[in-house]
């Protein structure tokens, strides 16, 4: 375009003013979640802080998303309240230097974690579990921060039942003005969902801090004394007999934190087709948590709401992340006594809206209406609820594993037949219209063979054998095998020997080239190298028909 049109037409947005725009906008929700994220950690509230610094600036530098805010999380926040009480008991200094070691020691893991590139490690943790595991997460987080609300005493621990009960008889103690500034900041914070543009968490903490001195007054606990002088120092070590739950509770993080970026991560650059460096965020991630458990801050991660909200603010690139830490560093800097004045029931608030989004029962409706880890998803709510944080979400896991290992290991073998005059061959069970082939039976086992179902699977099939009448060939497809372990390998060597011994030709179709190598270098008498040429089953099916029929000996008494 020339001429006058040019010069009125509406100059494009530089991208660098939008990624400011964009740290500036998200710098005032990520600081009270911070300070709120320190008490969920039962940590003094620098170490949010210091979290925060240390994730935005490690992420923006090493990090690979463009959308990714690296902070504090309310899952790891929890999960360390529960390991350094566990650890150290209530006293608040000791707790505190043994988070700083546990965030160092998670730093640890994930540079271990890049260093092997392990970027699929997040997938030990199914999607079911972390819904699960969420779900329970924010009701556990929802009643610990009750008694804040109110002004009660709050209860140690983090089985549910207990603390839905402390909280009960704790009721007659309600400070009025506590829990009215407390249930005042939840509502507002619920009215400004439905109102764009306006930061719900930093009006509420406007307002609160506007009347904190009257508030103060009438007993209502402020955050008291941030404390941002940087002490460096190394943490301490565990003692002799704290080394294995230390080390299993960094692991524990590594998996929490990991699942919870690589979630927001990888959802934000699908959105906008971009790549996923899994190895590198690993990497990106351990740094920011040694720098953070250097300075004694708490472990951080991808948050999904904060990576949320940074692509609503339209950010282009890792820039709004910095900015959004200096923009931060300059409200600490300028309005810290402020920020020390934030009444305790708005942090409440902040942090029981925040993990409300998990409270949506329609992220359950699709295993309901799929019949699938239905059961796992309900054990990850019910194990977080009643057995803790860590165990409930370790327990998850192994029962989500358990599951995969009960639904692989249940030996499941269909019988193909051919669909109509065509070259497809189907389960006959499922597709009436499927008919066998005379003297041929076409064996699938629906699983991958391995350890746990080889012998049942080959059971099955030595059952399906003995029904048939005037068989001369056998073919198993392995299309379901992408490899075979030791157990599964002898197992389809003892089955052909079976076959044999009663004059019945065994051949593989659908044999995947790992397996075929692995099968070749076996070198079994039953199935010498021409017989694993088989692509399909319908090549196999056509060979077998040229092939010279075998005489069948009679089975002896050491063949039945």
């Given at each position: 375009m020339?001429g006058?049109?040019?010069?009125i037409a509406?100059?494009?947005?530089s991208?660098i003013?939008?990624?400011?725009?964009?740290g500036?906008s998200?710098?005032?929700?990520l600081?009270?979640?911070?300070?709120?994220?320190?008490?969920i950690?039962?940590?003094?509230?620098?170490?949010?802080?210091i979290?925060?610094?240390?994730?935005?600036v490690?992420?923006?530098?090493?990090?690979?998303s463009?959308?990714?805010?690296v902070?504090?999380?309310?899952?790891s926040?929890?999960?360390?309240?529960?390991?350094t009480?566990?650890?150290a008991?209530?006293d608040?200094?000791?707790?505190a230097?043994?988070a700083?070691?546990?965030?160092l020691?998670?730093g640890?893991?994930?540079?271990?974690?890049?260093?092997?590139?392990?970027g699929?490690?997040?997938h030990?943790?199914?999607?079911?579990?972390l819904?699960?595991?969420?779900?329970?997460l924010?009701?556990?987080?929802?009643?610990?921060?009750?008694?804040?609300?109110?002004?009660v005493?709050?209860?140690?621990g983090?089985f549910?039942?207990r603390?839905?009960?402390?909280?009960?008889?704790?009721l007659?103690?309600?400070k009025?003005?506590?829990?009215?500034?407390?249930?005042v900041?939840?509502?507002?914070?619920?009215?400004?969902?439905?109102?764009?543009?306006?930061?719900?968490?930093?009006?509420v903490i406007?307002?609160?801090v506007?009347a904190?001195?009257?508030?103060?007054?009438?007993?209502?606990a402020?955050?008291?004394?941030?404390?941002?002088?940087?002490?460096?120092?190394w943490?301490s070590?565990?003692t002799q007999?704290?080394w294995?739950?230390?080390?299993?509770?960094?692991?524990?993080?590594?998996l929490?934190?990991?699942a919870e970026?690589?979630?927001?991560?990888r959802?934000?650059a699908l959105?906008?087709g971009d790549?996923?460096?899994?190895?590198r965020d690993?990497a990106?991630?351990?740094?920011?948590?040694i720098?953070?458990?250097?300075?004694?801050g708490?472990?951080?991660?991808a948050?999904y709401s904060?990576t949320s909200?940074?692509?609503?603010?339209?950010?282009?690139?890792r820039?709004?992340?910095?900015?959004a830490?200096?923009t931060?560093?300059?409200?600490?800097?300028l309005?810290?006594?402020w920020?020390e004045r934030?009444?305790e029931?708005?942090?409440?608030a902040?942090?029981?809206?925040a993990?409300?989004?998990?409270?949506r029962?329609?992220?359950?409706?699709p295993?309901?209406?799929?019949?699938?880890?239905?059961?796992?998803a309900?054990?990850?709510v019910l194990?977080v609820l009643?057995l803790?944080?860590?165990?409930g979400?370790?327990?998850?896991?192994a029962f989500?594993?358990?599951?995969?290992?009960?639904?692989?290991?249940?030996?499941r073998?269909s019988?193909?037949?051919?669909l109509?005059?065509?070259h497809?061959?189907?389960?006959?069970?499922?597709?009436?219209?499927?008919?066998?082939?005379?003297g041929v039976?076409?064996?699938?086992?629906?699983?991958?063979l391995?350890?746990a179902?080889a012998?049942?699977v080959?059971?099955?099939?030595?059952r399906?054998v003995s029904?048939?009448?005037?068989?001369?060939?056998?073919?198993v497809?392995?299309e379901e095998?992408?490899?075979?372990?030791?157990?599964?390998?002898?197992a389809?060597?003892?089955?052909?020997?079976?076959?044999?011994?009663?004059?019945?030709?065994l051949r593989v179709?659908?044999?995947?080239?790992?397996v075929r190598?692995?099968?070749?270098r076996a070198a079994?008498?039953?199935?010498?190298?021409?017989?694993l040429?088989?692509w399909s089953?319908?090549?196999?099916?056509?060979?077998t028909?040229?092939?010279?029929q075998p005489s069948?000996p009679?089975?002896t008494?050491?063949?039945m």
């Amino acid at each position: 375009m020339s001429g006058p049109a040019a010069v009125i037409a509406p100059a494009a947005k530089s991208p660098i003013g939008i990624d400011l725009l964009a740290g500036l906008s998200i710098a005032g929700l990520l600081l009270p979640e911070a300070v709120a994220y320190s008490g969920i950690a039962g940590l003094p509230p620098q170490a949010g802080v210091i979290a925060l610094f240390a994730g935005l600036v490690c992420y923006a530098l090493i990090g690979r998303s463009r959308y990714a805010i690296v902070s504090a999380t309310s899952s790891s926040a929890a999960v360390l309240a529960a390991g350094t009480l566990a650890l150290a008991g209530p006293d608040g200094v000791s707790r505190a230097l043994i988070a700083a070691t546990l965030v160092l020691l998670t730093g640890g893991c994930f540079l271990i974690a890049s260093a092997a590139r392990l970027g699929g490690l997040s997938h030990l943790i199914a999607r079911p579990v972390l819904r699960g595991y969420t779900f329970g997460l924010a009701c556990v987080i929802a009643l610990k921060q009750l008694p804040h609300l109110f002004g009660v005493e709050a209860a140690r621990g983090d089985f549910a039942p207990r603390l839905l009960l402390l909280l009960l008889q704790e009721l007659a103690q309600v400070k009025p003005a506590t829990a009215v500034a407390g249930i005042v900041a939840l509502l507002l914070l619920f009215l400004c969902e439905r109102i764009r543009r306006v930061p719900g968490s930093l009006l509420v903490i406007v307002l609160g801090v506007a009347a904190s001195a009257w508030l103060a007054q009438h007993g209502v606990a402020l955050t008291g004394v941030i404390q941002l002088t940087p002490t460096w120092a190394w943490p301490s070590w565990p003692t002799q007999g704290q080394w294995i739950p230390s080390v299993e509770l960094a692991a524990a993080l590594l998996l929490i934190l990991y699942a919870e970026s690589y979630s927001a991560i990888r959802s934000f650059a699908l959105k906008h087709g971009d790549s996923v460096s899994a190895n590198r965020d690993l990497a990106a991630l351990g740094v920011a948590n040694i720098v953070s458990g250097l300075f004694h801050g708490m472990p951080v991660g991808a948050g999904y709401s904060a990576t949320s909200a940074n692509d609503a603010a339209g950010a282009r690139s890792r820039l709004s992340g910095l900015v959004a830490a200096g923009t931060v560093l300059l409200m600490v800097w300028l309005l810290l006594p402020w920020i020390e004045r934030i009444p305790e029931p708005v942090l409440a608030a902040i942090v029981i809206h925040a993990v409300s989004k998990s409270w949506r029962l329609s992220v359950f409706t699709p295993y309901l209406k799929w019949k699938r880890d239905r059961l796992v998803a309900l054990a990850a709510v019910l194990a977080v609820l009643t057995l803790g944080i860590l165990n409930g979400l370790l327990v998850a896991i192994a029962f989500s594993l358990m599951m995969l290992l009960r639904q692989l290991a249940t030996p499941r073998l269909s019988v193909l037949g051919r669909l109509a005059d065509s070259h497809d061959f189907v389960d006959i069970a499922q597709h009436p219209a499927a008919t066998g082939l005379p003297g041929v039976l076409i064996l699938r086992p629906e699983e991958p063979l391995f350890f746990a179902n080889a012998e049942p699977v080959l059971a099955l099939a030595r059952r399906s054998v003995s029904e048939q009448a005037q068989l001369h060939a056998v073919i198993v497809s392995l299309e379901e095998s992408p490899d075979l372990d030791g157990t599964a390998l002898e197992a389809l060597a003892d089955f052909a020997d079976w076959l044999s011994a009663r004059g019945i030709v065994l051949r593989v179709a659908r044999v995947k080239d790992m397996v075929r190598e692995l099968l070749l270098r076996a070198a079994l008498p039953q199935l010498p190298p021409q017989a694993l040429d088989d692509w399909s089953v319908e090549d196999a099916v056509r060979l077998t028909a040229t092939a010279p029929q075998p005489s069948a000996p009679q089975p002896t008494e050491e063949s039945m």
